[in-house]
C-alpha cells in the first residue's frame, strides 16, 4: 500500500522558514515525479512544485520562485520543500504527492497519490 505522511507545518511569521517533509512508503520515491501542493481556505488546490525523477529537472509556480525549494532524499525515501521568506498568502494545507509518470508539466496533472497534508499558517 502506497503511503505519504507529510510534516513540518506550524505557524511562522512573515519573512520567516519552514521545511516541509514527506516521508514515503509502499513506493520508490525516485521512480517518479514528485510534487507539493496547497489549499488556501476557499480556494481550490494549486501546484506548487515539482521534481522530475528522469533529470532531476524542477518546477515552481511563480508565487513561490525563488523562495521555495524542492529536493529529494533517495535514501531517506523523503520529499522536502524548503520554504523561506514566507508570506501571509503562502498559508494553505500542503500536499506532497506523486506522479504516474518520470516528468513535471506545469499543469501538474497526472499525480496519483496523495498525503493527508500539513497546515502552514504565515501570520504576524
Known amino acids: 500500500q502506497v503511503q505519504l505522511v507529510e510534516s513540518g507545518g506550524g505557524l511562522v511569521q512573515p519573512g520567516g522558514s519552514l521545511r516541509l517533509s514527506c516521508a514515503a512508503s509502499g513506493v520508490r520515491l525516485d521512480y517518479y515525479a514528485n510534487g507539493w501542493f496547497r489549499q488556501a481556505p476557499g480556494k481550490e488546490r494549486e501546484g506548487v512544485s515539482c521534481l522530475s525523477s528522469s533529470d532531476n529537472t524542477t518546477y515552481y509556480t511563480d508565487s513561490v520562485k525563488g523562495r521555495f525549494t524542492i529536493s529529494r532524499d533517495d535514501a531517506e525515501n523523503k520529499v522536502y520543500l524548503q520554504m523561506n521568506n514566507l508570506k501571509p498568502e503562502d498559508t494553505a494545507v500542503y500536499f506532497c504527492?506523486?506522479?504516474?509518470?518520470?516528468?513535471?508539466?506545469?499543469?501538474?496533472?497526472?499525480?496519483?497519490?496523495w498525503g493527508q497534508g500539513t497546515q502552514v499558517t504565515v501570520s504576524s
Open positions: 504527492a506523486k506522479s504516474e509518470i518520470e516528468e513535471c508539466f506545469s499543469d501538474f496533472v497526472d499525480f496519483d497519490t
